[in-house]
């Protein structure tokens, strides 16, 4: 231990291999390779435009009797992947392409695979609330494992608990942070305001978003006789004279979020909006919202909004890309990213 029993000569060795980029490290360190499913081309895009690299190639394509097939274009050996398809539009087809693409890139000999995916599919079928019902979350959570998935980026999972249901890390992201950067530069009264959630799921949600702009919040209690379909509503709180903001994690066919708006306006709120991390809008739902009482409908891109901001002018979407782009920067990178869960990235 010679160069030891010199203090001197130990701190210059330290200083200089701290200063000195370690090569082995380097070396070692995969590259990263972003490729994208057919269900939001436009994120993907985004989010590689965020990191500065560009898009994998892939080709997908669907045979005669519509089976999917996925080709890879560009070796991911010894890579870093990430892979980017949301729980939107055809559903069970987006599905089961991410399946196979994480597989195909798994059997490739990627070093890593994981899954983002923004809206995570059969979120709300995540307890046996019926005799005999599936608990198809966690059936979706078992095929990704299987499929080869080593790491789940998603955002605002229906129900937090949705995380167990995998033994691989799962990082669940927050558009909290992007709604109350929304709320506070385009609501001019939000001091005024009020956040209400449309059921007492939601209320976790609300009270954090209230406690951050120093609000009250309020809630509706609702009462279903089947899925999608809302018989009676009661308001908890006092609205009179106050902007409301309904929040919740998704909005499907918009029959309680639009009940919840008429049942606001009775009650004395001065306005109503809607803030919403992914709107699905399937079925009726423009429709109703065209005929609603709402300033505006807010969604994030989570899942594809072009089409539905063209079918309805009061639709409003906040762009979530760079907190997922972050998210896959900060992993790839071995950082932190509860930085996230309450910040906005520049």
């Known amino acids: 231990m010679p160069v030891l029993s010199d203090p001197v000569r130990a701190r210059s060795l330290i200083r200089a291999n701290l200063e000195k980029p370690s090569v082995l490290l380097r070396s070692r360190m995969p590259n990263i390779k972003v490729f994208s499913g057919t269900s939001h081309p436009d994120l993907a895009q985004r989010i590689v435009d965020r990191l500065g690299i560009d898009l994998g190639k892939v080709v997908t394509k669907k045979f005669s009797n519509l089976e999917t097939c996925v080709e890879i274009g560009e070796s991911v050996r010894g890579e870093d992947v990430y892979i980017v398809q949301s729980g939107s539009g055809e559903v069970n087809d987006n599905l089961m392409e991410l399946l196979i693409m994480i597989n195909a890139c798994k059997i490739a000999s990627a070093s890593r695979v994981t899954a983002v995916i923004p ?12 005799s005999r019902a599936p608990i198809s979350a966690k059936l979706v959570a078992n095929m990704l494992s299987v499929a080869g998935a080593d790491h789940i980026i998603t955002m605002d999972l229906h129900a937090s608990q949705i995380q167990g249901f995998f033994d691989i890390p799962v990082d669940n992201l927050y558009a909290e942070p992007a709604v109350l950067k929304w709320i506070k530069e385009n609501i001019v009264e939000w001091r005024n305001s009020i956040i209400v959630s449309p059921d007492a799921g939601g209320a976790k949600r609300v009270t954090s978003i209230a406690d951050r702009l120093n609000v009250e919040f309020a809630l509706i209690h609702k009462e279903r006789k089947k899925a999608n379909e809302v018989a009676a509503m009661v308001l908890v709180g006092d609205v009179k004279d106050r902007v409301a903001i309904l929040v919740d994690d998704m909005a499907d066919t ?13 009650a004395g709120a001065t306005k109503v909006y809607a803030i919403l991390t992914h709107g699905i809008f399937s079925g009726p739902a423009i429709s109703r919202i065209n005929n609603a009482c709402f300033e505006a409908v807010v969604v994030t891109n989570t899942i594809p909004q072009e089409q539905h901001m063209k079918d309805c002018p009061r639709i409003q979407c906040i762009d979530v890309s760079m907190m997922f782009a972050e998210a896959v920067r900060r992993t790839h990178n071995g950082e932190s990213v509860s930085y996230l869960f309450s910040n906005v990235p520049y």
């Open 119 to 130: 809206c995570f599919p059969y979120a709300r079928q995540d307890k046996k609330d019926k």
């Open 254 to 266: 918009c029959g309680t979020i639009c009940h919840a708006a008429e049942k606001l306006l009775e």
